[in-house]
């Protein structure tokens, strides 16, 4: 396993699903959720985001727990298309299957996909190669995984184009696993083993039909979430510590961790994290005081909540010691910064270099 494969930076949408799969194999649902150091009640936080590891952890305790051959064509059946969260509704909103599944390949780094799909048009039919990507390794064995793929692929297309039959054909690379004959429990098309290539047949006139939801505001609202979601994806590879911190710091409230909590979340020392923050010219200290800055801006708006909670919430002790920052970093109470903004005026204020000593 790489650094990449243990940061926590995918949605957990989908273990809400696996959950309720679990449930109705009889099993206790807590019980995919071994050695991944993830707890029950996190499942149902929107906020919570997992790693591929902890991932592909919770397929070997289903694939352990089940004692089903088959369980992968069972589980990826079971998997609808929520479990990719935004880039749902941005599949959904597409014209046609064609462009929704086009839109799912390009954001293909938001869902974990170990495959590369590519297709390839012919005049009645169209081809989707499925290759594994490379450095990419698989968490049970290669059929466990094409096996998800291609199951939870079928579940998908058929709840995006409202209909049962949607694939004329199955190619997989890979000899007969020994529970072959159950694949005709999930397949209503011909399928075959040892080929020179993975592939998914689908006919043109299902590719090309419109789909029912197909909303083209609601598709681009939704493609930007998800470019803003690939960059997110994109840092984290390149490993820029600074912004996974930001990122760490953005999603609390209240007090704040120490440096050496973040660097242990962050799988890095706290020397190293202190270096890496003071080579992009930054500080731990700073990065606290633009988040609780932020943070603060944001419930100041709402005038119903006190200047108490207010501070509760920007993670500081006491209103005294908030009022003290927020004039420090702006030149402003709080008070004086809602009046302004009931005025109008705070436009005009916040593009003056208020922000000089948000370091302090």
């Given at each position: 396993?790489?650094?990449?494969e243990?940061q926590a930076?995918?949605?957990?949408a989908?273990?809400?699903l696996?959950?309720?799969?679990m ?13 991944t150091?993830l707890?029950?009640e996190?499942?149902?936080n929107p906020?919570?985001l ?12 289903i694939?352990?727990?089940?004692q089903r051959?088959?369980v ?11 479990r990719?969260?935004v880039?749902?509704?941005?599949m959904?909103?597409a ?6 599944l086009?839109t ?5 780094s938001?869902?974990r996909s170990?495959?590369?799909?590519t ?6 039919v ?5 290759e594994?990507q490379e450095?990419m390794?698989?968490p049970l064995?290669?059929h466990?995984s094409h096996?998800l793929l ?8 058929r709840?995006?184009?409202k209909e049962?039959?949607v694939?004329?054909e199955?190619q997989?690379?890979y ?8 694949y005709a429990?999930?397949f209503?098309?011909?399928y ?13 006139r299902?590719?090309?039909?419109p789909?029912a939801?197909?909303?083209p505001i ?8 998800c470019?803003r979601?690939?960059e ?6 390149k490993g820029d ?9 953005g ?16 799988n890095v ?5 202190r270096r890496?923050?003071q ?7 700073r ?5 609780q800055l932020?943070?603060a ?6 005038p119903?909540?006190?200047?108490t909670?207010?501070?509760?919430k920007?993670g500081f002790?006491?209103?005294a010691?908030f ?5 420090r970093?702006t030149?402003?109470t709080p008070q004086e910064h809602?009046?302004?903004s009931?005025?109008g ?5 916040l593009?003056?270099p ?6 302090a």
């Amino acid at each position: 396993m790489t650094a990449f494969e243990d940061q926590a930076i995918y949605p957990s949408a989908e273990l809400f699903l696996i959950k309720q799969f679990m449930q109705r194999e009889g099993f206790r649902p807590q019980q995919r959720l071994l050695g991944t150091g993830l707890k029950e009640e996190q499942i149902c936080n929107p906020e919570t985001l997992v790693s591929l590891r902890q991932f592909d952890i919770i397929y070997h305790n289903i694939f352990r727990i089940t004692q089903r051959p088959d369980v992968a064509l069972a589980l990826g059946s079971s998997l609808n298309l929520s479990r990719w969260g935004v880039l749902s509704v941005a599949m959904l909103c597409a014209h046609t299957l064609g462009s929704a599944l086009e839109t799912g390949n390009r954001f293909r780094s938001l869902v974990r996909s170990r495959f590369k799909l590519t297709p390839v048009f012919g005049k009645e039919v169209t081809e989707i190669i499925i290759e594994r990507q490379e450095g990419m390794s698989f968490p049970l064995s290669a059929h466990f995984s094409h096996e998800l793929l291609i199951s939870s692929m079928q579940t998908l297309i058929r709840s995006l184009v409202k209909e049962q039959h949607v694939l004329e054909e199955i190619q997989l690379n890979y000899a007969p696993p020994a529970h072959y004959q159950q694949y005709a429990n999930y397949f209503d098309c011909a399928y075959s083993f040892n080929r020179e290539h993975s592939k998914l047949v689908i006919a043109n006139r299902v590719m090309t039909r419109p789909l029912a939801t197909g909303n083209p505001i609601t598709e681009q609202q939704a493609i930007a979430v998800c470019q803003r979601e690939v960059e997110r994806v994109a840092q984290v590879q390149k490993g820029d510590l600074t912004w996974l911190l930001r990122e760490e710091i953005g999603r609390r409230e209240g007090p704040l961790p120490s440096l050496d909590e973040i660097a242990q979340r962050l799988n890095v020392t706290p020397r190293t994290l202190r270096r890496k923050l003071q080579e992009a010219g930054t500080s731990y200290r700073r990065i606290c005081h633009e988040h609780q800055l932020q943070l603060a801006l944001h419930y100041l708006a709402d005038p119903r909540l006190k200047s108490t909670v207010v501070a509760q919430k920007c993670g500081f002790k006491d209103a005294a010691s908030f009022r003290e920052a927020f004039k420090r970093w702006t030149d402003m109470t709080p008070q004086e910064h809602r009046k302004r903004s009931r005025n109008g005026e705070t436009a005009q204020v916040l593009k003056t270099p208020l922000l000089r000593n948000v370091a302090a």
